[in-house]
């Protein structure tokens, strides 16, 4: 059973920065995509980012090009996600999700395995 575990969010003021990660377990996780999706309230959970596993191939949404960056560790099993000059718009509640190979990269209904997601909050 795959688990995913997100830690790292937090209160920051607009112009700061936050490191999320998120702690993968009970696969081998060569051939999977991890993404991280984000909610804000009233709205639709979104696509931030994802990154292949094995190729360490990332994509972003064009909101958050040149301030967020994905990257894995293979020896921890871990997805990070750094996020720089944070803005208001970026408060949601952040998951991090796996797909194994098929589906959509970019939206939620192509992965399979979802963490509990972890608040971030920007202020002003």
């Known amino acids: 059973q795959v688990q995913l575990v997100e830690s790292g969010g937090g209160l920051v003021q607009a112009g700061g920065s936050l490191r999320l990660s998120c702690a993968a377990s009970?696969?081998?996780?060569?051939?999977?995509?991890m993404g991280w999706f984000r909610q804000a309230p009233g709205k639709e959970r979104e696509f931030v980012a994802r990154i292949s596993w094995s190729a360490g191939t990332a994509f972003y949404t064009d909101s958050v090009k040149g301030r967020f960056t994905i990257s894995r560790g293979r020896a921890s099993n871990t997805v990070t996600l750094q996020m720089n000059s944070l803005k208001l718009e970026d408060t949601a509640i952040y998951y991090c999700?796996?797909?194994?190979?098929?589906?959509?990269?970019?939206?939620?209904?192509?992965?399979?395995?979802w963490g509990q997601g972890t608040q971030v909050t920007v202020s002003s």
């Open positions: 009970g696969r081998a996780f060569s051939r999977y995509t």
């Open positions: 999700a796996a797909r194994s190979l098929g589906g959509d990269d970019f939206r939620p209904s192509g992965y399979d395995y």
